[in-house]
């Protein structure tokens, strides 16, 4: 359900592409300050779109700087960050480490539990500090185990649970805008869950594993896709998105649906041979 919200480079400017990759430079660094350098491997694009549009939303400006790393030691390079960046690395190792509970959950991958294990201090350090958000995760993921285990078959029911979840992380205060943002993420993450599902079904269906599109026919799955971003965009336009505004709606109505095409032409291409 995660790593979905990635921009399409290829509809970028080489100027937006740099933004964008010294934004997600920021959160790298963020997370190597805040929770050491070995935290960096959990980093994923979802929370780069989060930085780029809350940033946004309550106008703060990103910062820039220079660093070498271990990526790219050899010569600088710029990264943009700000508060919300610092946030964003927090909720990041939150999610890393409850992600990777639930792959061990679900798949007795050991590697899982053993990564678990390692982010349980971090994790316990970002809990401490931000309870009520560690607290709507774990109990979200929970609501979401049971509603799977259970076979439950209407998709709206888990997928508004992984809504619910996006929103707590994200609304970082109530205001004017937090009636509007949770509306918008939670449409968001309700498109972002069935999408993943209908991407994953065949092979859930191999390894016999819980997918709540089971029973709708493929040849449905892009006008199902389709209305729930129709929602998505309607709820994004009521929020006063100006800053990065080019690169946030290149991953909202471009980059999102990267996964998806890859597997229809994959699909089409097994077809044709």
Not at 103 to 118: E, F, G, H, T, Y
Not at 121 to 128: A, L, P
Not at 134 to 142: P, S, V
Request: hydrophobic residues 35%; neutral net charge; proline residues 4%.
């Amino acid at each position: 359900m995660f790593g979905s919200l990635v921009a399409n480079l290829d509809k970028l400017s080489p100027e937006e592409t740099e933004r964008y990759r010294s934004c997600y430079c920021g959160l790298c660094r963020a997370l190597g300050e805040r929770h050491g350098t070995t935290s960096r491997i959990t980093i994923n694009y979802d929370m780069t779109f989060f930085i780029m549009f809350i940033s946004s939303l309550y106008k703060r400006e990103l910062t820039p700087g220079t660093e070498r790393c271990i990526v790219h030691p050899g010569k600088k390079h710029v990264f943009l960050k700000n508060d919300i960046t610092d946030y964003a690395a927090d909720m990041n190792i939150a999610l890393a480490y409850y992600n990777l509970l639930d792959d061990w959950i679900d798949d007795k991958n050991p590697i899982s539990l053993m990564s678990a294990k390692l982010l349980k201090k971090e994790y316990t350090r970002v809990s401490d500090k931000y309870p009520e958000q560690c607290k709507a995760i774990q109990t979200h993921l929970e609501e979401l185990s049971v509603i799977e285990k259970s076979g439950e078959l209407n998709p709206d029911i888990p997928a508004n649970c992984f809504g619910k979840l996006l929103e707590e992380i994200t609304v970082i205060k109530e205001d004017e805008y937090s009636d509007k943002l949770r509306a918008f993420i939670n449409s968001l993450g309700r498109f972002i869950y069935i999408m993943d599902a209908c991407i994953d079904l065949k092979q859930d269906i191999k390894k016999e594993r819980y997918n709540p599109m089971i029973t709708t026919p493929s040849e449905n799955f892009g006008n199902i896709l389709n209305l729930l971003m129709a929602d998505c965009t309607e709820k994004y336009v009521l929020l006063p998105i100006n800053q990065d505004k080019t690169i946030i709606e290149n991953i909202l109505y471009s980059g999102i649906w990267t996964k998806y095409m890859r597997m229809n032409n994959k699909n089409r291409v097994s077809k044709n041979k």
